[in-house]
């Protein structure tokens, strides 16, 4: 090649040629400079990408654009459904919240003829006097309204959980009263639906007064209901105004029962079984028939239904009555009948017969089932060899003989304890079902010594005391102890003795807490046999399936929860097409109730159901997140027996108390703590999340107290709490980094029992038992640094705990609710 022609074709660098990096101005390259890079490059897996997600500008435009119409014309469709002749009736709750208040004038003024109604039937709902349904051809929509008595708490809240707007009655003056805003608590905790704000009697007011009214009202009700608007309800005007805010307001969902069919019970018959049908002839229950539209999703007949309050039960079939609040419109003039009820003949065909639209295939329903099938066997070691057989056969043909006392039976002498085994002090691990409590033993024997004490120098005064008593017999007159005697018989004293019990143990544990004293005569190593050291309360490993109850063996668990969360609620979300859809007035069958259940209904107390999702009967560990209610003040303890409203479920229980935390060990507390969330651990049937929570706690005279509210946080049998108990001794000697520790144990065995567990103070020192000094309790101790001589040195033991198996679906009613104190002691000696 000339020179010429390399001149022409250029210049080519070698391999070897120096590239300089680029200047870093600080903006990053746009995609017409990535492309001139690429100069038309492409990778293989950009190249599928761009097939398979990119899209171009206004064609994402475009599907986001879908995307909303579609959620839009989804919640327009709901909401237009609701009262028209494809949905249900709008069922609105009236709730008074003051005492002075009646909200049966309240819907005596909306059933009026000038709110236009056409047609009203009254006592709609079996049980409930104040309710009937409503049609109002104006606005194409139809009502149900009905007024509960606000004294049963637990009835109110079932009626909230299915009406769709509820409709608050307010004082002109006050607003609500102390039990008003109990109740609003309650709700609020529960899950509020869509609600209206009325007052009476503002019109009759001079113009100053009523508008000053207005504006204290108004200040009164924005710090609950910020953005809710007060209707005055004094003329049929104001009637129509609020029927048609009812109507067209934007609905509140509620996450517990939209993805769940329910159903508020209208009409109602119980037919006895049978001794053919009834299981051994039980002529207890019965078939249940609950007539009424269905809400929320579709209901399906091989489902399980829960009856609030009262359990679950099975279906038979679902039949189609004729619709009793038909949306119809006519030109023609209406007649009214008897009692001024719109006559149904004239507006309505004659009635159908009634279609049985399903029956239930026993083959395919859900079963009752809420526990575990309990194989005794499991567990059990293998047969036993013969010489084994052999030696349990010489041992029981030899007979040990025994001083018994003059005409005790043979039974009865295997009973009584030889006093060589009381001496070796043997503990059966499984006499008793509260092992978790025994740690309690001694501050129970601890308050025995205390009021011992207290007795003797009661005595030792007693006659001072009864100098004083004459003397103030002598000043009292008579009409002071005539109010005593009034207002002692009004009090009960052991209530009193057990808040008062309570409260002391709750500031014991606020200023010693998990602190527990050695046994002066019993040994530590058997006291504390089932507890053991922690290196780590965080790090250190606990095995969750080590050592479980048998109540374990009863209950279900997943493999992973949160997996079969969403798929359930998937598939509830999905478009059904079978069973009885939303709107459809429906019979259905319910077999096996007890006779219960119609004796609660005629007593006024509503029915409501709840179609379960698949799982939800069964029994296992639940776990709840609450923090403490402001209105209450009592100690509340651990396994304590509560009343849980959990969704549509009522039952009693006996949880435990822990920290909520995300280590995989949880330090259980004993008492409820006031200032931070709690998780509350229960045995109890499954129910998937979201759902609110409401713990109440019942006394002795049957008045029923919020303790707590929060929501459902998990269903977790592996879920470690564990119990810790401190024990505390006092440096004796401290020279430097070693130290002489007494009074943390009496007997040399326990100190080499427990030498492993590591030892701390509280000024944060850290160390271990180094060795026993005598025979009376004494070790040395070494630390990490000198130890001061006003520490205390500690030693952390812990054991897992779990909940009571107390679970019980039947709830009495609560009586009304009564302002409580907290007793509080003026003397803060016994506790130094």
């Given amino acids: 090649m000339s020179a010429t022609e390399e001149k022409q074709q250029g210049h080519r660098a070698g391999g070897y040629k120096q590239k300089n990096k680029g200047h870093k101005h600080g903006k990053h390259r746009t995609k017409g400079e990535v492309d001139r890079e690429n100069k038309g490059r492409v990778s293989v897996t950009a190249l599928t990408k761009k097939q398979r997600k990119e899209q171009r500008k206004m064609d994402r435009r475009h599907k986001a654009n879908q995307l909303r119409r579609n959620k839009k014309d989804m919640v327009l469709t709901e909401k237009r459904r609701l009262g028209?002749?494809?949905?249900?009736?709008?069922?609105?709750?009236?709730?008074?919240?003051?005492?002075?208040?009646?909200?049966?004038?309240?819907?005596?003024?909306?059933r009026g003829e000038g709110a236009g109604g056409l047609l009203h039937q009254e006592h709609c709902i079996t049980g409930i006097s104040d309710s009937f349904g409503m049609i109002l051809p104006r606005f194409k929509q139809r009502f149900t309204f009905l007024s509960h008595s606000t004294a049963d708490i637990h009835s109110l809240l079932d009626v909230v959980k299915i009406a769709d707007s509820l409709l608050f009655v307010l004082d002109p003056t006050e607003g609500w009263d102390s039990y008003g805003e109990y109740c609003l608590s309650c709700l609020f905790a529960q899950g509020l639906p869509s609600h209206a704000l009325v007052c009476q009697g503002v019109f009759d007011l001079p113009m100053k007064k009523k508008i000053d009214s207005r504006r204290a009202l108004s200040k009164i009700t924005e710090i609950r209901f910020p953005d809710t608007r007060l209707f005055a309800l004094d003329s049929e005007q104001d009637g129509i105004l609020l029927l048609r805010h009812l109507g067209t307001q934007r609905q509140r969902k509620l996450g517990y029962r939209s993805r769940r069919s329910h159903m508020l019970g209208q009409n109602i018959t119980f037919t006895p079984n049978t001794p053919a049908e009834g299981t051994g002839g039980n002529t207890g229950l019965g078939t249940l028939c609950v007539s009424g539209y269905v809400r929320g999703r579709p209901l399906r007949v091989d489902r399980l239904v829960h009856i609030c309050g009262h359990g679950d039960f099975q279906l038979s079939q679902i039949d189609a009555p004729q619709d009793p609040l038909p949306l119809i419109f006519t030109s023609r003039p209406v007649?009214?009948?008897?009692?001024?009820?719109?006559?149904?003949?004239?507006?309505?065909?004659?009635?159908?017969?009634?279609?049985?639209?399903?029956k239930a295939d026993p083959s395919s329903r859900e079963s009752l089932q809420n526990e575990a099938d309990v194989d005794p066997m499991?567990?059990?070691?293998?047969?036993?060899?013969?010489?084994?057989?052999?030696?349990?056969?010489?041992?029981r043909k030899s007979k040990r003989v025994m001083k018994v006392p003059k005409g005790t039976s043979d039974y009865q002498a295997t009973w009584i304890v030889d006093e060589d085994e009381e001496e070796n002090g043997e503990i059966d691990e499984e006499s008793s079902d509260d092992d978790d409590d025994d740690d309690d033993m001694l501050d129970e024997a601890m308050d025995g010594d205390d009021e011992e004490i207290n007795s003797q120098d009661a005595g030792s005064c007693g006659s001072e005391e009864e100098e004083e008593e004459e003397e103030e017999e002598e000043v009292c007159p008579p009409e002071r102890v005539g109010a005593d005697q009034i207002y002692d018989e009004h009090l009960d004293e052991t209530a009193e003795e057990e808040g008062l019990k309570r409260y002391r143990e709750a500031r014991a544990n606020v200023h010693f807490p998990d602190e527990v004293d050695t046994p002066l005569q019993a040994s530590a190593k058997n006291r504390f046999q089932r507890y053991r050291g922690l290196k780590s309360f965080r790090s250190s490993p606990w095995d969750p399936m080590e050592n479980l109850p048998v109540d374990y063996s009863r209950i279900f668990q997943f493999k992973n929860f949160e997996r079969t969360r969403h798929r359930i609620l998937a598939e509830a979300a999905e478009v059904e097409e079978e069973g009885a859809m939303a709107g459809w007035y429906v019979t259905l069958h319910i077999v096996d109730v007890p006779l219960s259940v119609m004796e609660s209904v005629q007593s006024g107390k509503p029915l409501v159901l709840v179609s379960l999702l698949p799982h939800e009967q069964k029994m296992s560990v639940m776990h709840v997140l609450v923090r403490r209610h402001p209105c209450n003040t009592e100690p509340i303890k651990s396994k304590e027996e509560l009343v849980f409203h959990c969704g549509f479920r009522r039952f009693r229980a006996s949880p435990i108390f822990s920290q909520h935390t995300?280590?995989?060990?949880?330090?259980?507390?004993?008492?409820?703590?006031?200032?931070?969330?709690?998780v509350v651990s229960v045995y109890a049937p499954i129910t998937f999340s979201p759902a609110g929570v409401l713990l109440f706690r019942q006394h002795n005279d049957g008045i029923q107290d919020l303790v707590a509210t929060g929501s459902l946080l998990s269903c977790d049998p592996r879920r470690v709490v564990l119990k810790r108990i401190v024990l505390s001794g006092h440096p004796f000697h401290i020279n430097r980094r070693s130290a002489v520790v007494r009074y943390m144990f009496f007997n040399r065995d326990d100190i080499m029992w427990f030498k492993p567990v590591e030892l701390r103070s509280k000024w944060g020192r850290r160390g271990h038992i180094k060795e026993a000094l005598g025979t009376h309790g004494h070790m040395k101790c070494v630390f990490d640094n000198q130890l001061p001589s006003q520490d205390t040195v500690m030693m952390n033991l812990y054991k897992r705990v779990y909940p009571r198996w107390t679970y019980d679906p039947y709830v009495p009613s609560s009586l009304p609710w009564v302002k409580r104190e907290t007793p509080v002691e003026e003397d803060d000696s016994d506790m130094e």
């Fill in 84 to 110: 028209s002749r494809d949905g249900p009736p709008h069922l609105v709750a009236v709730v008074s919240l003051h005492a002075g208040v009646d909200a049966g004038a309240v819907t005596k003024l909306l």
């Fill in 662 to 678: 995300t280590a995989d060990k949880h330090k259980m507390e004993r008492f409820l703590r006031p200032d931070a969330p709690t």
């Fill in 335 to 358: 007649k009214l009948g008897k009692g001024g009820d719109i006559n149904m003949l004239d507006t309505i065909e004659d009635e159908a017969p009634v279609r049985v639209l399903m």
């Fill in 378 to 395: 499991d567990g059990e070691q293998t047969w036993p060899t013969e010489t084994e057989l052999l030696e349990a056969e010489e041992a």
